[in-house]
């Protein structure tokens, strides 16, 4: 069976976004990013193997100045110091780079590689860091993750408290220890349940108690109250 042709094109877009497209035969054509394929093809060159395929329009060639004009479409100016290909998610094609510019700021800029209209968006490094993503050329801060009700109810899982929940409120957050005070309703505890919830770095200890033994502690429940 003949094989077929693979074709690749070099684009310029009006955004100072630039790609790489390959179309081979029937399948749907595949765009990699000027910033990917530079970095493709700096790998490439490390290990001595063949890399032709790179961006070489005027436009594209230098990813700094491409880069550059990018934030400033974004409407985030910023004199390109340093720069790095961060990486693309398969589930949104959405490419990241960071940059980092001369004034110490750092950013990742993100380009959508599907679309009527390429978004372009840019986050700052610390930003980022609040997402899980932590920036290399300059520091954004410690990577944090969000504290969500998914959080609470992992730390019941870990800690071996028998309760699946069905409802769940979050009571406040303790003045001193930085505990998360959860009120947590379930069927395996019919007196109720209210955990003390350590997230993060926090190295106080878990503890869960029904909610009389939470009155105790002037805390009162009120997923049960009818």
């Known amino acids: 069976m003949a ?6 094109y070099e684009v310029a877009c009006s955004n100072h976004a630039g790609y790489i497209l390959v179309s081979q035969g029937s399948q749907k054509p595949v765009a990699m990013s ?16 063949s890399a032709d395929l790179y961006c070489q329009l005027a436009a594209n060639k230098d990813v700094k100045v ?5 934030m400033a479409t974004a409407g985030t100016p910023c004199a390109v110091n340093d720069f790095r290909w961060f990486g693309l998610t398969d589930s949104t094609q959405t490419d990241y780079s960071e940059v980092a510019c ?22 700052s490094c610390q930003e980022a860091a609040k997402q899980g993503l932590r920036c290399h050329l300059t520091d954004g801060g410690a990577v944090t993750t969000p504290v969500t009700l998914q959080t609470f109810r992992n730390a019941l899982k870990q800690n071996e408290v028998n309760c699946e929940p069905t409802n769940m409120r979050i009571i406040g957050r303790e003045s001193v220890d930085k505990r998360y005070v959860v009120e947590v309703k379930c069927q ?8 003390f919830i350590p997230v993060a770095d926090n190295t106080n ?4 108690m029904d909610c009389a033994a939470a009155v105790e502690r002037q805390i009162r429940c009120e997923l049960g109250a009818k």
């Open 102 to 123: 001369a004034d110490g700021k750092g950013f990742l800029l993100k380009i959508a590689e599907t679309g009527p209209a390429a978004a372009l968006s840019v986050m």
């Open 188 to 195: 395996e505890q019919p007196n109720g349940l209210v955990a």
């Open 205 to 208: 200890k878990f503890e869960a």
């Open 3 to 8: 094989r077929s042709s693979v074709n690749a």
């Open 34 to 49: 000027c910033f990917a394929a530079s970095a493709v093809h700096a790998a490439r060159v490390a290990k001595d193997e």
């Open 66 to 70: 491409m880069a550059a004009s990018l």
